[in-house]
Each structure stands twice: as C-alpha cells, then as structure tokens.
C-alpha cells in the first residue's frame, strides 16, 4: 500500500483527527517497523502479519534457474 504523502492519508481518514495524533501514529508505525518514508515522503506500508507470510511461503514456488 502507498501513498504520496501525509496530507494525502490524513484527507482519507473518515474521522477528524488531530494532525498532532496523526503525526505521532506515523512515528510509532515507523519506529515499529511497519511503515517506511521514502525520500520522496511518501509512505509506504511494510508490515507483514506473520501467518501472513508462512502462508505466502508455503504457497509459493520455488526459484530454478532457467
């Protein structure tokens, strides 16, 4: 998931929030490790639930060399 930029979530939020309380989600979700800032400011979202990921590792195929 991403998006261009702060402004860009925060209009897409359904309830007013404080741009304050916004700002600091952001900051616990990056020092969380779940989203990441490019250098571009946008935002990009990079947490995996675990089941998630054994999932996708299960089904996934392996790599052979052509």
Avoid: C
Wanted: hydrophobic residues 35%; proline residues 2%; glycine residues 4%.
């Amino acid at each position: 998931m991403n998006f261009n930029s702060k402004t860009e979530v925060f209009r897409d939020l359904k309830n007013k929030t404080l741009f304050g309380t916004f700002n600091t989600v952001l900051r616990y979700l990056e020092s969380s490790n779940k989203i990441e800032f490019n250098k571009d400011g946008s935002i990009v979202w990079i947490f995996a639930d675990s089941h998630q990921i054994k999932k996708l590792l299960k089904e996934s195929k392996p790599f052979t060399k052509v």
